[in-house]
């Protein structure tokens, strides 16, 4: 920090206050590495609570059998999280790293107490670059003997990282009135079908001709009615 302008922080309040594992997580959460970033001591509680959360979570997943199997969705988030914190930290890109971390742990968290153990140990993997200590208590935690420096780093499946479906809205004659979730090669007539399950698309098109259907697979549908 900048003693000319007076704002000089003393890195050792910080780690006495939360930790050295919370100071290293903030510094590289605060933005690129090559950015000019102000330093604000309140944002710390931020990555504070991340931290929290994350051993909750951790905790959940050690206290159920073992039995807990990952459902798609988690399978997905956990897989594209390993390939996007993999290549920020070879890109030098903490503070996305990071971020996507967080959206895992808030995915993770919602699962309650069905935490899969396999996702809580490749979390736990990936946060340990950036803050060691909690990435060592959570491997304990899970019940291993050793040091997670012994332990692989994670791999991902390429394949579950590619989204297989896309969001687009739905228009009717020209007005956005909806939004649909479907596959990236649906065609028209699957495109129209869950456009229709959509209540204010329906509402607009309900007893008018339909003249016209604009359809651009995974971009558009507009509707025209009369």
Known sequence: ??????????PDDVVDAHGGDALRL????????????PWQTSQVSGVVRFMNKLYSVVQSAAQNDGSVEMDAETTKILHKTMK????????????????????LTNHLQSLKDKVPREAAEK???????????????CWSLLGHD????????VEYDEALCVDNT??????VNGKKRGEIEIPKDADEE?????????????????GKDI??????????????AK
């Open 84 to 103: 996007k914190v993999t290549e920020d930290i070879e890109s030098m890109s903490f503070n996305t790293a990071i971020s996507a971390m967080m959206v």
């Open 211 to 224: 003249k016209k259907v604009i359809y651009v697979a995974g971009r558009i549908l507009n509707i025209v």
């Open 190 to 206: 699957g495109a129209m079908a869950e456009a229709m399950k959509v209540q204010s698309v329906f509402n607009q098109v309900d």
């Open 26 to 37: 903030y510094e590289m959460f605060m933005g690129p590495l090559e950015a000019v970033k």
């Open 123 to 137: 979390l736990a993997l990936m946060v340990s670059p950036f803050a060691p200590h909690l990435g060592e208590e």
């Open 166 to 171: 896309v969001k687009m809205g739905v228009q």
């Open 146 to 153: 050793k040091s997670l420096a012994y332990h692989p780093w």
């Open 1 to 10: 920090m900048s003693k000319s302008r007076g704002n000089v922080v003393n």
